[in-house]
């Protein structure tokens, strides 16, 4: 079970349920995209003028996988992750189906994995730099990094949807301390310190 909490105005919050709610709001913009703004599957393959080899369905799961992959690192010690180790040209980069349900299943695995890890579990992180290296790491660090890395593939989805003409919610692709410094409303918008 989750067991770190950190104290803040006299109250106890526990991080790592607030970095799941964080991760799970970033993949549900994700799923709004798909129901709300996209119409086609053919949009998920559209290559960006600016961003050449980028279409949206690989962003999407590339963002994706990376949840993937940290959740799956934690089933059993030693915990050892590996970015690198993705699966391209998968189903959910040509369907707003199979995009959908890839994302919602993350999104309960996430839900399963994260309150019953701790914030601050070792992890072994493998990098191809091209050459392979290990870096010292825990799980709560690289459930913000995955956040941080999908906000970042969001905003070049938000390029390439823009290409296509169609306009998307205004905290879409934006990291959370941009939308607080910004004071937006939005999910992700509002400091909670």
């Not at 992750?81 to 189906?97: A, G, K, V």
């Not at 890890?117 to 825990?138: G, R």
């Not at 070049?156 to 692709?173: H, N, Q, S, W, Y």
Request: net charge negative; charged share 20%.
């Amino acid at each position: 079970m989750s067991t770190h909490n950190t104290t803040i105005n006299g109250m106890s919050i526990d991080v790592l349920m607030q970095q799941l709610s964080v991760a799970q709001t970033v993949l549900s913009q994700a799923v709004d995209l798909l129901d709300n703004y996209l119409t086609s599957d053919e949009q998920l393959t559209v290559q960006s003028k600016f961003l050449p080899g980028s279409t949206i369905g690989k962003h999407l799961r590339h963002a994706r996988d990376h949840f993937v992959l940290l959740a799956e690192s934690m089933n059993t010690p030693p915990y050892i992750l590996c970015y690198d180790t993705r699966i391209r040209n998968t189903p959910m980069e040509t369907s707003r189906s199979c995009a959908r349900q890839a994302l919602m299943d993350t999104m309960k695995q996430l839900g399963e994995v994260v309150p019953d890890s701790k914030l601050n579990a070792p992890i072994t992180l493998q990098a191809i730099t091209p050459h392979m290296h290990e870096f010292q790491t825990t799980f709560g660090r690289e459930l913000w990094f995955a956040s941080l890395h999908c906000v970042h593939h969001w905003s070049m989805v938000r390029v390439i949807a823009g290409e296509m003409g169609i306009k998307l919610t205004e905290d879409f692709g934006f990291a959370p301390s941009t939308l607080v410094y910004q004071d937006r409303e939005a999910p992700l918008g509002k400091a909670k310190i």
